[in-house]
């Protein structure tokens, strides 16, 4: 059972540079999630997905962008790094919307340092 | 948005003491879970907890949803204990984290 998994484990790259962050999940999740992880901030939402072809904003998408194709699937792409993006990234699924008693299960992260 | 306040931000604790962490939130909720985040970054869901209580092995949850708190009891402290702890709380159809208690269990 793999779970949710994320690739790479580690990234460095430079400014300017385009990155993807890849997120897959075994367990046919419906609702995933794209947080990041700075020192002081906790986590936050980036980006969320209810279902294949349906994703929507966080509440820090600036920078970002994400799509769907398949259910099991969230990639997630800086099209243009900068230095504020350095963070841990951590992508999550849950079965159905948080507003019902589903948990909310955790990849192992990406850490992502920009140059 | 939805506020999240945890407290204490920073805890040291020897092996075998007690311990409780504090989620206060600014709204009501239908979805509030606390999370373990170890040392080498993995996080754990520990709780659903959006009101009563619950125990799982040493670590037990309460969640007074009226007064818009919850608390995380830790007993009988292990190393393997330490890491962050974060309370999320469901605001607009996801969940709005707090910046979380560093615990540390010392030997």
């Known amino acids: 059972d793999a779970g949710i998994t994320q690739s790479p484990r580690y990234k460095i790259t430079e400014t300017g540079r385009q990155v993807t962050l890849m997120c897959h999940q075994t367990w046919s999740h419906s609702y995933m999630f794209w947080y990041r992880q700075d020192l002081g901030h906790g986590l936050r939402l980036i980006y969320y997905?209810?279902?294949?072809?349906?994703?929507d904003k966080g509440e820090v998408p600036d920078g970002y962008v994400v799509s769907r194709s398949k259910t099991e699937n969230f990639p997630l792409t800086l099209e243009s790094a900068t230095r504020s993006q350095t963070s841990v990234y951590f992508c999550?699924?849950?079965?159905?919307?948080?507003?019902?008693?589903?948990?909310?299960?955790f990849g192992s992260g990406t850490q992502l340092s920009v140059l | 948005g939805i506020q999240v306040e945890q407290s204490p931000p920073d805890l040291i604790l020897q092996e075998g003491a007690n311990s409780t962490l504090r989620c206060n939130f600014s709204d009501s909720v239908n979805n509030l879970q606390w999370f373990h985040q170890n040392p080498w970054g993995q996080l754990i869901n520990l709780f659903y907890?959006?009101?009563g209580t619950k125990q799982n092995g040493r670590l037990s949850a309460t969640t007074v949803a009226t007064e818009r708190y919850s608390l995380l009891y830790i007993s009988s402290s292990q190393t393997t204990d330490s890491g962050v702890y974060f309370c999320a709380v469901e605001g607009g159809n996801k969940l709005t984290f707090g910046t979380g208690t560093q615990l540390k269990v010392e030997l």
């Open positions: 907890i959006p009101s």
């Open positions: 997905s209810a279902a294949a072809d349906i994703t």
């Open positions: 999550a699924s849950s079965e159905s919307k948080v507003t019902t008693n589903e948990k909310l299960f």
